[in-house]
């Protein structure tokens, strides 16, 4: 079977639609908010006189939220630019957005909502951040947030039998899902220090474990690996056949901040500015901050449905569509049973971690 990378969010408008359930990748971006004005007005140094700034988000999903993180740039840029130039030069300024995501992903749906009071122009890039996107030398800044987790597929060659994560698969399973990691992670360092002018930013979050937890150690704290447990009782149900269940790995990979850094070492274009975990709420809709048991059955309802706009397509691609129902009503349940033994006191929302690269001047182009 072929391996594939990360199917795009639910498109649309309707009820599982990433557009209307994105608001726990929101709270991401706001917990780094200020830090990624901080880093483009203390770092960003790119000569600028008039001509065009062009910022890149890459795995933008169908919105809103990237709207709000593009926007965010551009008056940073500006204030930064505002802060060493004239404002005759910073007049003559103009910023181009572009939107990455897989070609699969709603783009209609991403154009459609464009927001009207926008202070850029707008473009559409569809295919994987990990091949070349653009021209040579062309992008000031890049950001990415809650995407690069994805890998470009599963590893090959890994035998995990009833799981779909590596989490609990031993030392090989992981060792495998790491050195796809830095293949990955490697073709997108080379491909952004090709397209980024010399003193461009790469702002970066996504999913990273922290440094007590072992790589490999069960864990729940990514919500959609919930999928499992509802698989396998299918399979004992005779809903889903074990080989289909054995053949499934979702292409995803929470590395430590140290692995990720080795691999930008490796790469050796960027200056790593930045390296922190980050501390969000969960952000759900429905709350489930506080820690009660309504809280927790408010917050087990938001996980299903933020899960389901996550990995439907994944879903429905290998397994078909008629299981998603029934899986995403029991999948609650399962959040449920599994954090209610630790009330009051709800675990944390998946760690990531917050980055900014700065391309080198000897890098290439
Ligand atoms: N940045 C948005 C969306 C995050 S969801 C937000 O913060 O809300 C993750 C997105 O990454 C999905 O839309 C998925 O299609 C995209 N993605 C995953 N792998 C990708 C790849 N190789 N190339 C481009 N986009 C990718």
Redesign the pocket.
């Known amino acids: 079977m072929k391996k594939r990378?990360?199917a795009?969010?639910v498109g649309g408008q309707g009820r599982y639609g990433y557009f209307h359930n994105?608001s726990l990748?929101k709270s991401s971006?706001l917990a780094v908010k200020d830090m990624v004005r901080e880093a483009i007005v203390d770092k960003f140094d790119v000569p600028i006189r008039g001509g065009t700034i062009r910022i890149a988000d890459?795995?933008?999903?169908v919105g809103p939220?990237?709207f709000y993180t593009m926007q965010t740039i551009v008056d940073a840029i500006l204030l930064k630019l505002k802060k060493l130039t004239s404002c005759d030069q910073v007049d003559g300024v103009e910023f181009q957005g572009f939107f990455?995501?897989?070609f699969g992903?709603d783009f209609n749906l991403l154009i459609n909502s464009i927001p009207f009071d926008r202070t850029y122009c707008v473009a559409a890039v569809p295919g994987?951040?990990?091949s070349r996107l653009f021209p040579r030398a062309s992008i000031h800044c890049f950001n990415s947030?809650?995407?690069l987790h994805?890998l470009?597929k599963s590893p090959d060659g890994v035998a995990n039998k009833g799981r779909i994560l590596y989490y609990g698969g031993g030392p090989d399973i992981l060792n495998a899902y790491i050195a796809q990691f830095r293949l990955d992670m490697m073709a997108f360092l080379s491909g952004r220090a090709e397209e980024l002018v010399t003193g461009g930013l790469l702002i970066l979050q996504f999913l990273c474990r922290p440094k007590c937890m072992a790589p490999d150690a069960a864990r729940y704290d990514i919500v959609i690996s919930f999928v499992e447990p509802v698989l396998r009782e299918f399979v004992m149900e005779g809903k889903v056949k074990e080989e289909e269940l054995d053949s499934f790995q979702m292409p995803l990979f929470a590395p430590s901040i140290e692995e990720f850094k080795e691999v930008v070492e490796m790469n050796g274009y960027f200056t790593v500015h930045v390296a922190e975990h980050v501390n969000q709420g969960w952000g759900l809709k429905g709350g489930g901050d506080e820690g009660t048991e309504a809280d927790l059955e408010q917050l087990a309802q938001s996980m299903g449905i933020a899960s389901r706009a996550v990995c439907e397509k994944m879903l429905s691609d290998h397994f078909g569509s008629d299981i998603l129902d029934e899986l995403f009503q029991r999948f609650p349940n399962k959040v449920y049973q599994h954090f209610s033994a630790l009330i009051p006191s709800i675990p944390s929302p998946p760690p990531s971690a917050f980055f900014v690269l700065q391309k080198k001047p000897h890098s290439p182009a």
Do not use: E, R
């Open positions: 990378g990360a795009p969010m994105s990748q971006f890459l795995g933008c999903s939220n990237t990455n995501d897989q992903n994987s951040f990990y947030s809650v995407s994805w470009s």
